[in-house]
């Protein structure tokens, strides 16, 4: 039993039990979700000239459930899933970004029909542990995602050179790397060089700082060939972008300024060589003014469809 995905000018709906057949479904038919996903009709692929617009929503598994000033944003599941099918209604958005829980659900509703599909691999890091730096692969396994039919997974790697855990964190990154290559899947890897301040743990978005992660980064596995990088918007992009040749996508975190500012930071950005497009989740999902098919569409404006790129 599938669900039809909801209509882009649809409001966020209210209705308690209008997620109630998924708990079905899982109940009585577990098997739904691996039929779901081998009927699923396949993106066509990427291809350069056309920047592709990736919705995140992974930040739930880690505990990370705050959107600006509110700390539970993400929290109701009805509503992350409603937002979600908004966003995914437009054809302009490309793909997914998710954790298992959530990337189950969005196969059961029938959401992902032609999407690109990227699973989240390492949760393990919750949000304010004690050792969030060892940040375990708990979500998809590069085995689960080819069974998927996905297109790739998602590491966050977080790099602290005062925190010993760090070690484990790029050693267990490497291992799934070559994993994902191994079964000629993108590994998108979003790195950052971190600190831990009072308790907790900052990343460090100068630009040096994005710099020195790429590089650290970039060199892990034991082949690049499938590798993509999944960057911050920061000052002196032009620089960033020059520290990399891999395919990169942009990130848009919890968001910080006006939405019109973030908007043309994303712009500014995705003009320069190497940007393969957007993957972004809250600041979208839960925008300032609460109009989210909006917001998603402003975003889809600002990507580049040019000519392929000849040989």
């Not at 039929?35 to 993106?43: G, L, Q, V």
């Not at 937002?83 to 793909?95: E, F, K, M, W, Y």
């Not at 892990?220 to 032009?238: D, F, I, N, Q, R």
Request: hydrophobic fraction near 45%; glycine fraction near 10%; proline fraction near 5%.
């Amino acid at each position: 039993m599938t669900l039809t995905p909801i209509a882009a000018n649809q409001a966020v709906n209210d209705d308690p039990r209008r997620y109630e057949h998924l708990s079905v479904i899982r109940l009585e038919d577990p098997d739904a979700v691996a039929r779901a996903a081998a009927s699923r009709r396949r993106h066509p692929g990427v291809k350069s000239g056309r920047q592709n617009f990736i919705v995140a929503a992974d930040h739930p598994a880690r505990g990370a459930l705050a959107v600006g000033a509110d700390p539970v944003a993400m929290a109701d599941r009805r509503q992350l899933l409603d937002r979600l099918q908004i966003a995914l209604s437009n054809p302009a958005v490309d793909g997914i970004l998710a954790s298992p829980d959530i990337m189950d659900d969005l196969l059961l509703l029938g959401a992902l029909e032609g999407k690109l599909v990227f699973g989240s691999m390492n949760r393990g890091g919750l949000s304010g542990l004690v050792n969030e730096f060892d940040d375990r692969f708990t979500g998809h396994t590069a085995a689960a995602l080819e069974a998927l039919g996905a297109d790739g997974g998602k590491m966050l790697t977080r790099i602290c050179l005062g925190d010993p855990d760090t070690v484990v964190t790029l050693e267990a990154t490497a291992k799934a790397i070559d994993s994902l290559a191994e079964r000629k899947l993108i590994a998108m890897v979003e790195p950052f060089l971190s600190v831990r301040e009072n308790g907790r743990v900052r990343n460090d978005l100068s630009t040096n700082a994005v710099i020195k992660s790429i590089a650290i980064a970039e060199g892990l596995g034991s082949t690049s060939a499938y590798t993509w990088m999944k960057l911050p918007v920061v000052a002196g992009m032009e620089r960033v972008m020059a520290a990399t040749t891999m395919p990169t996508v942009l990130l848009g975190g919890d968001p910080a300024g006006t939405q019109d500012e973030v908007f043309a930071s994303w712009q500014a950005a995705l003009a320069l060589p190497g940007v393969q497009g957007l993957t972004v989740g809250r600041t979208l999902l839960y925008p300032q003014d609460g109009d989210v098919a909006g917001a998603v569409a402003t975003a889809a404006s600002l990507l580049h469809h040019t000519a392929e790129v000849s040989e």
